[in-house]
């Protein structure tokens, strides 16, 4: 079992920068392939960016690629997202979810979900 707790989520002015963290607990952390998903409301929650288990790979979505950094820091049980020149369409609720096997963009392949940490970005 694998607990995954969110923070950092919080209010910002387009264009500015944000840092969301995910704290793992549980089994190994460095077992499991990584990722973050948002949703909004009114639509299907949607990958934004994975991490394999040891973070030399990653990947992302292509609305947030070249402004989303995802890392991780395996003796911190801890995987973190880097959101810059965010945009008032990067609003959503952001959550960090686990597998078993390399990230992928499909959530059925997850086992373990955050509760998620809101982001809202003004205009």
């Known amino acids: 079992q694998v607990q995954l707790v969110e923070s950092g989520g919080g209010l910002v002015q387009a264009g500015g920068s944000l840092r969301v963290s995910c704290a793992a607990s549980?089994?190994?952390?460095?077992?499991?392939?990584m990722a973050w998903f948002r949703q909004a409301p009114g639509k299907e929650r949607e990958f934004v960016a994975g991490i394999s288990r040891s973070g030399g790979r990653t990947g992302y979505a292509d609305s947030v690629k070249g402004r989303f950094t995802i890392s991780r820091d395996n003796a911190k049980n801890t995987v973190y997202l880097q959101m810059n020149s965010l945009k008032p369409e990067d609003t959503a609720i952001y959550y960090c979810a686990a597998t078993d096997y390399m990230y992928s963009i499909r959530d059925v392949e997850y086992r373990y979900w955050g509760q998620g940490t809101q982001v809202t970005v003004s205009s």
């Open positions: 549980g089994r190994t952390f460095s077992s499991y392939g």
